[in-house]
């Protein structure tokens, strides 16, 4: 009779402790987050443990061991209706930019790094722009096609 006051106590005490959190916490040696008025962006470094979540549109890894991928173009917004290329991709002295469609007034293009600095900021008014990437570093670069202060393409450009 001891044994079963002894047990049952001790499972009515266990159900009021807990060894974990319900919300999600992280321990991490670094990381930081990166916010606009459409997205934000978490990362750390140092995790223990990875996931990848995808589902039709997207995929989503999470950790310190990722797989490689390599993404050359970044669909274009639903309300464009330019048709608009960079290539080649990836490059080394210059990039390409060539469009087969008249509406570009009003239309700019933007270098950009990873880290969101601008390196170049130009009117876009010709079917065909080359840019210089001789004076770039190696890395990944975005160029932006924006048109009223809107993105309306957007490139992932691989600088060799």
């Known amino acids: 009779m ?3 006051i002894l047990i049952a106590a001790g499972i009515f005490i266990a159900g009021f402790l807990s060894a974990q959190t319900v919300t999600p916490e992280l321990v ?5 987050y990166f916010e606009n008025s459409s997205y934000r962006l978490d990362w750390s470094i140092g995790e223990p443990a990875i996931e990848t979540y995808t589902n039709t549109s997207y995929t989503l890894t999470q950790g310190f061991h990722q797989n490689t991928y390599t993404v050359t173009e970044i669909k274009s917004l639903k309300f464009s209706k330019i048709d608009i290329t960079a290539y080649p991709n990836p490059a080394s002295d ?10 570009l ?13 601008i390196f170049l900021e130009e009117n ?5 722009k080359t840019i210089n990437l001789l004076n770039f570093s190696e890395g990944i670069y975005f160029i932006n096609v924006k048109s009223n202060g809107r993105i309306i393409k957007s490139f992932k450009i691989i600088k060799n």
């Open 2 to 4: 001891k044994k079963t």
């Open 28 to 32: 991490s040696s670094a990381g930081e």
């Open 94 to 103: 210059f990039i390409t930019i060539e469009t087969f469609d008249d509406m």
């Open 105 to 117: 007034q009003n239309t700019i293009i933007e270098l950009t790094d990873m880290q969101g600095r």
């Open 124 to 128: 876009y008014t010709e079917r065909k």
